[in-house]
């Protein structure tokens, strides 16, 4: 099972789109998988022959645990293993995909540690797959006893916005926590990116014109190429930079929360093809669609707020990633232009920065490359 982001300990799964014998090649959609984000399509990381199904429809497995064995091209046959029983998630907060085929353990069904449980609740826990971490005991010593565990089971379980929210609430309490930020937020001269594009579009029928938020993805993406170190992860005590620039783009899902899958190499794509691109993405992630590796690989996060005439955003950085850059609202203001005070469009840029990783003076630079690369838009 990956690891669609921070905030997920645990994926159920809908149906293979497989079955044993099937050759499958690197990148080919071979599962679906409910989270707390929709239903999402998984896809293979390695070339060769779908050997064992282990995970079964219906079934919630752990992230980090295997769902399937993939027998490599020139590899033997993988010796066969039971499929993983539901239990409790660990939080893997990493980027890489699922490990390699290896022999399938099971943890025993006990508490977690820290948890005091009887061995009867223990059990009964097991058996109606309530996590034991979350129940209140009012044993002895507040130890988790059998009546508890059959009153958790009957409370009724939390719609999908609750549980999104409660997913996006422990992300970012996380990334509070563990990660220090700095913020910086710089003004910048958006009219010749707009009438740029105001001239472009004239020339374009209405289904392929652009939206300026396109230029503003294009600008973060070129600007990373100076700056690395804003493009990449903290695993396991380091700073992993990332060669490959994918935008996690944050998209409102309605009553639910928020989404940020990627758009792979923004600063490869050109201005159509990236606003394809979006436009795709968009429609994929408000109806349910997206690929696992969408939501595993963003290597930075932009967010835009101007639509709900926010002025400046000061956003949290998703964890493992060490930025994420917000935009705010464009906005007429007197500007200076060669000594006179003339109208402007204007939009805020903020950043958020890991401060294990970079500091202000690296990230007030950085700003300054998405602003130069704006005032030129036909260069991007």
């Given amino acids: 099972m990956p690891s669609l982001g ?107 540690a820290g948890v005091r449980a009887s061995p009867a609740a223990r059990k009964r826990a097991a058996e109606l797959a309530v996590d034991v ?26 719609s999908p916005i609750d549980a999104m929210r409660q997913a996006i609430g422990a992300a970012m309490a996380r990334s509070k926590r563990e990660i220090p930020h700095y913020y910086l937020a710089h003004t910048i001269d958006l009219e010749p990116a707009l009438r740029w594009l105001e001239e472009e579009n004239a020339k374009r029928p209405p289904p392929e014109r652009v939206l ?16 690395r170190e804003f493009n990449g992860f903290w695993t396991n005590g380091r700073f992993q930079p990332s060669e490959r620039i994918h935008l996690g783009v944050a998209i409102s899902i309605g009553k639910s929360g928020l989404i940020a899958p990627a758009i792979h190499d923004v600063d490869n794509l050109p201005i159509p093809q990236l606003m394809s691109a979006l436009r795709d993405l968009v429609a994929r992630a408000r109806r349910g669609g997206l690929r696992s590796s969408e939501l595993s690989d963003p290597t930075i996060t932009v967010t835009s707020l101007g639509e709900q005439s926010a002025e400046t955003v000061f956003p949290v950085i998703y964890p493992p990633q060490v930025a994420i ?11 200076i232009v060669a000594g006179a005070v003339v109208p402007r469009r204007v939009i805020s840029c903020s950043l958020a920065g890991d401060h294990r990783v970079s500091d202000g003076h690296r990230g007030a630079r950085f700003l300054s490359a998405v602003a130069r690369l704006l005032q030129e838009p036909q260069s991007l």
């Fill in 6 to 112: 921070a905030d997920m300990e645990a994926g159920t799964l809908v149906e293979w789109l497989k079955k044993p014998g099937d050759r499958v090649v690197r990148g080919d959609v071979i599962a679906v998988v409910e989270t707390h984000k929709g239903a999402i399509e998984i896809e293979v990381f390695q070339t060769g022959t779908l050997e064992t199904l282990i995970a079964k429809p219906g079934q919630k497995v752990a992230v980090g645990l295997p769902m399937a064995f993939i027998r490599g091209e020139g590899e033997g046959a993988a010796a066969p293993a039971a499929a993983p029983t539901s239990q409790e998630a660990q939080p893997t907060p990493r980027v890489a995909m699922p490990p390699p085929p290896g022999p399938l353990t099971v943890p025993p069904l006990t508490a977690p």
């Fill in 325 to 335: 850059v917000g935009f705010g609202m464009v906005l007429e203001r007197p500007w």
């Fill in 133 to 158: 971490k979350r129940i209140a005991g009012t044993g002895a010593g507040g130890a988790i006893t059998l009546a508890d565990v059959e009153h958790a089971a009957a409370a009724p379980a939390p």
């Fill in 212 to 227: 300026y938020g396109v230029l503003l993805l294009k600008a973060v993406a070129r600007a990373l190429h100076e700056y």
